[in-house]
């Protein structure tokens, strides 16, 4: 994609939202606050949490770092917004269950943020704007050792600020 799309998608997002409505000379113009606002507002409509600001959670299969395919247009929205802004930034934070060793877990861990961070460089981001953390099984989301409390735990955060 060619960086005047790039720049313009944004704009294209908000009018097709908005319907296109026009009530004056200047309705076509949007401010940079108001096209963050949107932007967020898009981003968080991705996200599986929905209590989680500016973030976006990928879940993951028991010992797999695979993602997925249903988050990939979530993550190109991601690296869109990366795109975008510039000054954003993206912190990737990946866990693990229970099951394994901590070392395992640590490893996989790592594994599952660095491909996530692959997919968002992938789409367009740039590589400084990616941070990536592995916590393995320390810090679960969720108690228990049955399945449906497990898979809660197989998954990485994807939150971003911007500085702009």
């Known amino acids: 994609m060619n ?3 790039r720049c ?16 004056g000379p200047d309705s076509a113009i949007v401010s940079s606050a108001e096209a963050d606002a949107f932007n967020e507002r898009k981003l968080q409509a991705l996200s599986d949490e929905r209590e989680m600001v500016n973030g976006l959670v990928v879940y993951f299969e028991t010992d797999s770092s695979a993602i997925d395919p249903r ?9 869109n ?7 954003a930034e993206v912190y990737i934070e990946a866990h693990t269950d229970a099951a394994g060793s901590p070392e395992q877990n640590a490893i996989l861990a790592q ?6 961070a692959y997919y968002i460089v992938k789409y367009g981001a740039l590589t400084d704007q990616v941070n990536t953390r592995a916590w393995g099984e320390h810090y679960p989301a969720c108690e228990g050792n049955e399945e449906n409390e497990l898979k809660y735990n197989r998954r990485a955060v994807v939150e971003w600020i911007s500085h702009g």
């Open 8 to 23: 313009i998608l944004p704009l294209l997002l908000l009018l097709s939202a908005s319907g296109c409505s026009s009530t």
């Open 3 to 5: 960086i005047y799309l």
């Open 111 to 116: 594994t599952r943020a660095d491909m996530i």
């Open 71 to 79: 988050y990939l247009s979530r993550l190109a929205y991601v690296a």
């Open 81 to 87: 917004y990366l795109v975008t802004e510039p000054q």
